[in-house]
């Protein structure tokens, strides 16, 4: 299998260099101060989506379909920045697969999602201690539905507490790297994100032309989305997602207030896991 990709980026470089300045420069702010920086060198992580097969060899295939996918979110990005451009309902269905994968990409929800797989056998080992109307009540917080709940504790109570306990260790035993349930997994809650961001409300927010926004590590919230929340796609241009009140096919576009714009760019800053990007020093300074 092909091996040789290292640094991966959690936050796709084409949606990066976005919030370039007019001069081209792209500013980040650290704990440390602020500094010129290049979108190589942020918003990544060494291996992040390297996976291994049973006999440990990685590869370099997850790594290889999210290239792939950012070529094709990158041309969207494009049409919808341009003015004389009217979006589609295809554009739309595009931005919410956008929008939820970017969602469940970022290492901190990787590590999530294994924690949660291990909360999840904590359950399916204890499933005795359980009747059935309180197991399928536990595996709802699992987004399981009932039926399929009860298919499990049929399964699960016809094995013996011993087995269900050495099964359960054997499982927290895993490494996050396992081929077994290795925690790039947690990119299929990909399509489970993008249907309830279907269900919102979407509107473009061009900025004013003496704002900018600015993009931090964590573009999107790790929780609650459907309650609404804010990205910006560049300097120029954000999304704000809310609950719909009737369904919408196409996407709403608007000029953005500048009490948004800095709302929408602190809630960048109080998210970000290390860094902020914008086109000035000085518009990160005022955060």
């Known amino acids: 299998m092909k091996f040789e990709k290292t640094n991966h980026h959690y936050v796709p470089q084409y949606w990066q260099r ?31 989506y390297t996976v291994f097969d049973d006999q440990w060899n990685p590869s370099d295939s997850l790594e290889d379909a999210l290239s792939a996918v950012e070529a094709e979110d990158a041309k969207l990005f494009q049409r919808l920045h341009s003015p004389s451009y009217t979006s589609t309902a295809d554009d739309r269905n595009h931005l919410c697969a956008v929008l939820a994968l970017q969602a469940t990409r970022h290492p901190d929800i990787l590590r999530h999602g294994t924690k949660r797989s291990r909360e999840l056998g904590q359950v399916l080992a204890t499933a005795h201690d359980y009747s059935l109307d309180e197991f399928k009540a536990r595996m709802t917080g699992f987004a399981v539905s009932e039926a399929d709940a009860h298919d499990c504790y049929v399964v699960l109570c016809s094995r013996s507490k011993e087995q269900l306990a050495a099964e359960l260790a054997e499982l927290t035993g895993l490494s996050p790297q396992s ?17 309830h961001l279907q269900q919102m409300e979407l509107w473009l927010l061009d900025v004013p032309a003496t704002e900018a926004f600015v993009l931090g590590d964590t573009p999107i919230p790790q929780s609650d989305l ?22 919408q096919t196409l996407l709403s576009r608007r000029n953005a207030t500048a009490t948004e714009v800095r709302d929408i760019n602190r809630t960048q800053s109080d998210n970000a896991l290390s860094v902020v990007a914008g086109p000035s020093a000085a518009l990160l300074a005022a955060l």
Do not use: W
């Open 18 to 48: 976005g919030f370039r300045g007019p001069n081209g420069h792209l500013y980040g702010k650290f704990r440390d101060g602020i500094r010129v920086v290049s979108t190589r060198t942020i918003m990544q992580q060494d291996y992040l």
């Open 179 to 195: 081929s077994q349930l290795p925690e790039q997994d947690a990119l299929r809650a990909m399509p489970l994100v993008e249907q």
């Open 226 to 247: 459907r309650q609404g929340f804010s990205v910006p796609l560049s300097r120029s241009l954000a999304v704000l997602a809310c609950p719909a009140l009737v369904p």
